[in-house]
């Protein structure tokens, strides 16, 4: 499982490039009043950090865990934004805020972080990303969350990942499939 992940990891850095792309001045800043003291100035870097995109997305996963729970939760609301915005019909930041959510999955993380990556899947994903979704339904701790996040994709080829598990997957998963 172990090299598998680490293929997966190798796939997703070759296909996103760099890991944190200079970041401009704006997302710079929005990126600092997260951790401000000051609600109005969390909620205004929130709507500044959400039409960026992908370029702030492993910026927002690097907060995600922070030891203090209110910048924690406001990165989490913020990769929300960017996701529910890239998520729009007609946007062009779909397939970009994809690839490096996969890429940031990838990162050993907690299972929490783990679930809540694949539940932003689940909202900007295609048929392009289901191939690097499809293994995590082998792994125990977020095997739920991917099959969650690949029932909410659209496409045969969702739906082709989730039949071909059946044959590999845990009894609890064998039911829930």
């Known amino acids: 499982m172990k090299t598998l992940a680490s293929l ?3 796939a997703a850095l070759l296909a996103a490039g760099p890991l944190r792309a200079e970041l401009s001045p704006e ?7 997260l951790r401000s003291q000051d609600v109005g100035e969390r909620s205004a870097a929130v709507e500044a950090l959400a039409p960026l995109g992908a370029a702030v997305v492993a910026e927002l996963c690097a907060l995600r865990g922070d030891e203090n729970r209110t910048v924690d939760l406001w990165a989490r609301r913020a990769l929300e ?4 915005r ?18 940031q999955l990838a990162v050993p993380r907690s299972r929490a972080i783990g679930e809540h990556l694949l539940l932003m899947l689940s909202f900007v994903a295609g048929d392009a990303q289901v191939i690097a979704v499809a293994p995590w339904l082998l792994d125990g701790e977020v095997q739920e969350a991917a099959r969650r ?22 009894l609890a998963l064998r039911v829930a499939l």
């Open 8 to 10: 997966l990891l190798a």
């Open 149 to 170: 996040c690949l029932v909410r994709l659209p496409g045969k080829a969702a739906t082709q990942a989730l039949a071909d598990a059946i044959d590999n997957a845990s």
């Open 86 to 103: 890239a998520s729009a019909p007609g946007s062009t930041t779909r397939q970009q805020v994809a690839d490096a959510l996969l890429t």
């Open 27 to 33: 997302a710079q800043t929005a990126l600092t009043k």
């Open 81 to 84: 934004a960017v996701c529910h």
